[in-house]
C-alpha cells in the first residue's frame, strides 16, 4: 500500500510538471508572454508540485527508517544516567528526563515524528537520546520504555488540510494589460457611429462635398497599486510541518487574488483599483415587473439588451452566491434560461453566457447582487513581474521566526465616463449592467 502511495505521487509530480512545460511551450510557439490565467496554472501547479514532493519525501524517509528498524541487531541496554528527579510511587507512571510533554512541541521534546524514529533506532545501537525518556514508563523501568517499548508521540502529515474560501480571479476576465511600468494610460473614443461628435459616415450626392469629421479622444489612465501579505511562521512549524511553506505561498496568492477581486467590484480607487460598482456609466437596470423580489427571464433579457453589439459576444454575468437559486429556475415558455455546465464552468451559463459567482458582490436584492459586465468597458493592467515572494529572518530573528513576504502591482478603472445614447430609443448602451432593486 506505501509502494503504492509512492508512485501515484510520483506520477502526479510527473503530471503537474508535463501540464506546466505545456503551458509554456504553446507560448513559446506563439511568441508571446504568458496570459494571466495561464500564469496563475503555472504558479498553482508550482505549489502543488512543492507540497507532493515534501509529502513523497516525508513518506520515503518513513520507509526507510522502517525498514532500517525491521533488521535484526543486537540489542544494549544502556545503564540509565543518574536522575534528580523522585523515585516514582509504585504503580504509577513516571516521567523522567524532563517533562512528557516538551513545552513546545508537545510530543516529549521530538520536533517531528521523524525524529523520534531516529532516536528509537539509535537506541537499539546503544545510543540512548534522553527526550526518549519522557514517554511513559511503568515502575521506573528507564530504559526500556513501557512493555519493551516508547510511546509513540502525535505525528505530523506532510500535508497541510485548508478550508478553501477562495473564489476565482475577476482580473482574467477583464481582459489586463500586462505592463512593466507603475501606470498604464490608453486613448479612448466614446462616440458612437450615430452620434454628433467624433467620426461617423455619411451619405453625399454626386460631386458632393466631405464634411470634416475628427475624432474625439480622451486618455484614461490606471495606476497601479501594491497588495500583498507578510506572514510570520515559527521555525518549529516550518519543520513540523514540512509542507507548509508550499500551502502559505499558494494560500497568501489567494488571499491577493481575493482582496483584488473585492477592490474589482467595489473598490474606490483610494490606494487601490476603482471597482465596476463605482463606474460614471453604470447602468441600472429597472426591474421589469414590481411586486415580485424575484429575478424574471425578462431582467435578464432587459440587461442584456442594454450591453453595445459588440461587447456581448465576450460579456459575463457576475452574482453574489445567494443569486443562484433565483436563476435555475427561470424558463422562457417551457424552455430553461440557465444551462448548467459543471464542467467548464461551475454554475454554468445564462443565455450562453457564463456565470461567475463573488462573494464581494451585494447581498441579494441589491444593486450589484447581479451584474452583467464586459472587459471592454474596464480598464485593467497586472504588473508583469507577477506576484513576488520572499523568505527572510533577520526581522524575527531574535524569536526564531520566519517572516513570507508576497505582494504584486494591480490597477484599474472604469473607462467610460458615461452611458451611450441609443440610435432609437430612450434607454442607454454600456458595458457594466447592474439589476435595479426588486419590490
Not at 541487531?73 to 510511587?89: L, N
Not at 453595445?308 to 433565483?326: D, E, Q
Request: proline share 5%.
Amino acid at each position: 500500500m506505501a509502494n503504492d502511495t509512492i508512485l501515484r505521487l510520483e506520477a502526479k509530480l510527473a503530471e503537474l510538471l508535463e501540464d506546466s512545460q505545456k503551458i509554456q511551450n504553446q507560448a513559446d510557439a506563439e511568441g508571446r508572454d504568458l496570459t494571466p490565467e495561464e500564469l496563475a496554472k503555472i504558479q498553482a501547479n508550482t505549489a502543488a508540485f512543492k507540497t507532493t514532493k515534501s509529502d513523497l519525501e516525508a513518506r520515503k524517509e518513513l520507509e526507510a527508517q522502517a525498514a532500517a528498524m525491521a533488521q535484526p541487531r543486537p540489542r544494549q541496554i544502556a545503564s540509565p544516567e543518574p536522575s534528580a528527579t523522585a523515585a516514582p510511587v509504585a504503580g504509577t507512571p513516571s516521567f523522567t528526563g524532563g517533562t512528557r510533554a516538551d513545552a513546545k512541541h508537545g510530543m516529549f521534546g521530538f520536533k517531528s515524528s521523524s525524529e523520534w524514529l531516529g532516536a528509537v533506532k539509535a537506541h537499539a545501537f546503544g545510543r540512548t537520546d534522553q527526550r526518549l525518556m519522557n514517554a511513559v514508563t511503568t515502575y521506573g523501568a528507564e530504559g526500556i520504555g513501557a512493555d519493551g517499548g516508547f510511546m509513540v508521540p502525535p505525528d505530523f502529515s506532510a500535508a497541510v488540510s485548508k478550508i478553501v474560501m477562495g473564489e476565482g480571479s475577476l482580473l482574467g476576465r477583464l481582459n489586463p494589460i500586462v505592463t512593466a511600468s507603475n501606470q498604464v494610460t490608453v486613448t479612448v473614443d466614446e462616440t458612437s457611429p450615430w452620434g454628433t461628435t467624433g467620426i461617423y459616415a455619411e451619405w453625399m450626392g454626386e460631386a458632393g462635398a466631405f464634411n470634416a469629421r475628427k475624432p474625439s479622444f480622451k486618455q484614461v489612465t490606471a495606476q497601479l497599486y501594491k497588495v500583498g501579505a507578510l506572514v510570520p511562521l515559527s521555525e518549529e512549524l516550518m519543520q513540523d510541518a514540512p509542507a507548509i511553506q508550499s500551502y502559505i505561498t499558494a494560500k497568501t496568492a489567494d488571499a491577493i487574488g481575493s482582496k483584488v477581486n473585492e477592490a474589482l467590484i467595489n473598490g474606490d480607487g483610494l490606494g487601490k483599483p476603482l471597482g465596476l460598482l463605482k463606474a460614471p456609466a453604470l447602468i441600472t437596470q429597472t426591474k421589469s415587473a414590481s411586486g415580485s423580489t424575484a429575478i424574471a427571464a425578462a431582467d435578464v433579457g432587459n440587461m442584456l439588451s442594454r450591453m453595445p453589439p459588440s461587447s456581448a459576444g465576450g460579456a459575463f454575468w457576475l452574482a453574489h452566491s445567494t443569486v443562484l437559486p433565483k436563476l435555475w429556475t427561470l424558463t422562457l415558455g417551457q424552455m430553461p434560461v440557465y444551462q448548467p455546465n459543471w464542467k467548464d464552468s461551475p454554475y454554468g451559463g445564462l443565455l450562453s453566457k457564463e456565470v461567475v459567482v463573488s462573494e464581494y458582490c451585494q447581498d441579494y436584492n441589491t444593486v450589484g447582487d447581479f451584474m452583467l459586465v464586459s472587459g471592454d468597458g474596464y480598464l485593467a493592467a497586472v504588473k508583469s513581474a507577477g506576484v513576488q515572494t520572499a523568505v527572510s529572518l533577520h526581522f524575527y530573528f531574535d524569536q526564531a521566526v520566519q517572516a513570507f513576504r508576497a505582494y504584486t502591482r494591480v490597477g484599474g478603472m472604469p473607462i467610460a465616463s458615461a452611458a451611450t445614447a441609443r440610435k432609437n430609443g430612450s434607454s442607454t448602451l454600456g458595458h457594466i449592467i447592474a439589476l435595479g432593486v426588486r419590490s
